[in-house]
């Protein structure tokens, strides 16, 4: 899949499912082609801990959704918290991003 973003930074994104064998794992791999180059891997990345990092962090965005079910391309972007909830929330009030 290949996405642009709006500072014209084009990503490239490749997701592949198998089954694994026990000594297999998860990989993540990176490559950026800029000025310079840069490639690096990440072997038996936690991934419990990510999925559980995405979902405390988009908390947030669902306590000021509208109510209602609401699609996630709906919501505000999912961002890293480096507040607590409380403050974070009045500063993305301060920011304009929520009422």
Known sequence: ?????????????ECI????????????DWEIIGQSDMKFSVEKPDTVDHTCAT????IPGI???PSG???SEKLATLAYQ???????????????FVS
Request: hydrophobic share 30%; proline share 0%; aromatic share 6%.
């Open 1 to 13: 899949m290949s996405v642009q973003t709006r500072q014209v930074i084009e990503l490239e994104v």
């Open 17 to 28: 499912g198998k089954v694994y064998r026990k000594t297999d794992g998860d990989m993540c």
């Open 55 to 58: 979902i405390i962090n988009r």
């Open 63 to 65: 306590l000021n959704a």
């Open 69 to 71: 079910y609401v699609n």
């Open 82 to 96: 480096s507040y607590s909830a409380n403050t974070s929330r009045k500063l993305q009030r301060r920011l304009g």
